[in-house]
């Protein structure tokens, strides 16, 4: 009697420590998987991020898509019916990484598989609901990544290294490896181009064109520059896909033997600056010995071109940290230099140091009629629009000393924010005033003593806009007076480091991330999402958000999020 109550007890001490245990498994999958998705209140393609793609590593072909997996700017999406890019899959979309290694569609299950520097994700929508299983536990060499991917009609195959790794092909639970596998047919994604056989003798049957040569496996453009081969694949169409190690894609067509060059994406990742206006020009930071480029973007369009700095004459690094407009021209500033495009001439030319630019980091550009005004931390110049020179202003000897945080430009008033004062250029009359003196500061006269630091500044058609320690305070051009937009408890007392404002929406970045405020309703919600990183700048469209951050473009539908 006393051996059953024991296997009794045995019995029922495992069934409570099985549940146990399947209750912490299920408590840490569903947290893992929380985690690497967005907020359930938006739609998978609600947020969207452009990068640059770095080496192309995969193709595979879905039913309605060729997917194509980058080195560092999550998964392309082209439409086999639609003939056009379609927007990325990338951590926005709960992709655990954004640097894809290798990628598979499995037909007869419809998933969608991305291996990545840290994991293997899969998602039966092929779009969100992304599952990921981290490398650890597959057994593999620290360093060794998966670098094809394939299924048969039982399993899902994955090569790292030297090794097969046999899947379950619904859940990628791992199986076994071996160093061949056990199956005939697989139907395998592409991989790097040394697992492909006679690529060298398929793409000499081929031209490429838009100006460029192909040798062997090396991609010629029409400046000179070279790019090899990465990974080849055929679709059921007899299309040929090629990837490069600069991001370019050639799509080869099976009966005019041509290759077409396809460029996705951003030609820098670490956006600093964008033009408010669509197409716009990006540009950003570079590191030392990168010559640098800047790209003009219409996302809505798919439309992505690269300006190259080792390909521009007259430019030495094309590194940018503002941006404007002028006519035909677009200005873009950098450490000590402005390089200015020409458009219409197609044409680059370098003002620095010689023409009087302020040193340092230029950061803002103000244009008016006749001048573009330029600042860097501790100068600001007027740059002669025709001449392309500086012009002696009053206001540039009344700064000194003075850590200069932003510029804004409304009605021939300059407005100035430094560290400790917010001040009003008039440029007819050349007179420089701190903002208490100009118009009615009634509605803002409690706060005027405390207010003692001042932030981003940005101006529309009739007010202008100041983030202060005291608040989001505003001034109206039209009626001459102050007024409190926002308590500076809706961004924590941060820095201010943007501002935007569309009808009675503000937003406001911070290092904490972006706040959205309706003036009228206080109403405020926090967006802080890992993937978003730091934001430099920010441009606010009728349904679109676009952020300019150090992860790339985002684009965010916010109107959506009302």
């Known amino acids: 009697m006393a051996t059953i109550i024991a296997k009794t007890n ?108 840290e994991s293997l994700d899969y998602t039966y929508t092929r779009e969100g609901n992304w599952s990921s299983k981290r490398l650890d536990n597959y057994n593999l060499l620290s360093g060794v ?19 097969y790794l046999k899947l379950d092909r619904l859940s990628g639970i791992f199986l076994g490896s071996m160093p061949f596998p056990d199956e005939m047919e697989i139907n395998w994604s592409s991989g790097p181009i040394r697992y492909a056989e006679g690529v060298d003798d ?3 049957e081929y031209t490429v064109m838009d100006g460029w040569l192909l040798n062997l496996d090396t991609f010629i453009s029409p400046f000179g520059k070279t790019v090899r081969a990465t990974t080849i694949y055929k679709s059921s169409t007899n299309a040929l896909w090629v990837g490069s190690d600069s991001g370019i894609i050639f799509q080869g067509d099976p009966y005019m033997k041509s290759f ?76 000590n230099a402005i390089y200015v495009y020409n458009q219409k001439d197609d044409f680059w030319r370098t003002l620095d140091a010689a023409r009087g630019l302020p040193i340092g980091r230029i950061k803002a550009l103000e244009p008016d009629t006749h001048f573009v005004w330029v600042a860097s931390a501790y100068e600001i110049k007027k740059i002669n629009i025709k001449t392309k020179r500086s012009e002696a202003s009053t206001l540039s000897g009344s700064l000194q000393n003075n850590f200069i945080h932003d510029i804004a430009l409304i009605n021939n008033k300059l407005w100035v924010s430094t560290e400790y004062m917010l001040l009003c250029y008039d440029i007819d009359s050349e007179t420089l005033l701190p903002f208490r003196h100009v118009g009615n500061v009634d509605a803002i006269n409690d706060r005027l003593e405390p207010m003692t630091r001042f932030f981003a500044l940005h101006a529309d058609e009739t007010k202008l806009y100041a983030g202060t320690n ?38 406001i970045i911070t290092e904490r991330g972006l706040t959205r405020m ?33 992860n790339g473009l985002i684009q965010f539908s916010w109107k959506k999020d009302l």
């Open 10 to 117: 045995f019995g029922r001490h495992n069934t409570i420590y099985h549940r146990y245990w399947k209750w912490i498994f299920t408590f840490v999958s569903i947290h893992y998987f929380v985690i690497c998705q967005p907020n359930s209140r938006h739609d998978p393609f609600d947020w969207v991020i452009f990068r640059k793609p770095g080496a192309i590593r995969s193709f595979t072909e879905g039913f309605s898509y060729i997917y194509i997996g980058t080195e560092s700017a999550g998964i392309y999406r082209y439409s086999i019916y639609g003939h056009r890019f379609e927007v990325p899959i990338t951590r926005a979309q709960g992709l655990s990484s954004n640097e894809i290694t290798a990628i598979h569609f499995d037909k007869r299950t419809g998933t969608l598989w991305a291996a990545t520097d």
């Open 260 to 335: 077409y060059p396809l460029t996705y994406g951003l030609a820098n990742t670490d956006v600093q600056a964008m033009t408010y206006e669509f197409p716009s020009w990006l540009g950003g930071r570079t590191h030392p010995g990168d010559p640098g480029a800047v790209t003009l973007v219409d996302p809505e369009r798919g439309y992505f071109t690269w300006f190259e700095g080792e390909t521009a004459i007259n430019v030495d690094q094309l590194e940018v940290f503002g941006n404007c407009s002028v006519e035909n021209e677009v200005w873009f500033g950098g450490q």
């Open 518 to 550: 309706h003036m009228k309703k206080q109403f405020q919600r926090q967006y802080n999402y890992p993937f978003i990183g730091i934001v430099n700048d920010l441009y606010v469209t009728r349904d679109r958000l676009w952020l300019a951050t150090d």
């Open 202 to 204: 398929l793409l000499m």
């Open 145 to 163: 990544k998966i670098e094809q991917l394939g299924s048969s009609k039982n399993y899902l195959w994955a090569l790292a290294g030297t090794l």
């Open 470 to 507: 005291q608040g989001i305070i505003a001034y109206n051009n039209v009626n001459s007076s102050w007024e409190v937009i926002a308590e500076p408890t809706i961004y924590n007392n941060d820095f201010v480091k943007e501002l935007n404002v569309y009808k009675k929406q503000l937003f």
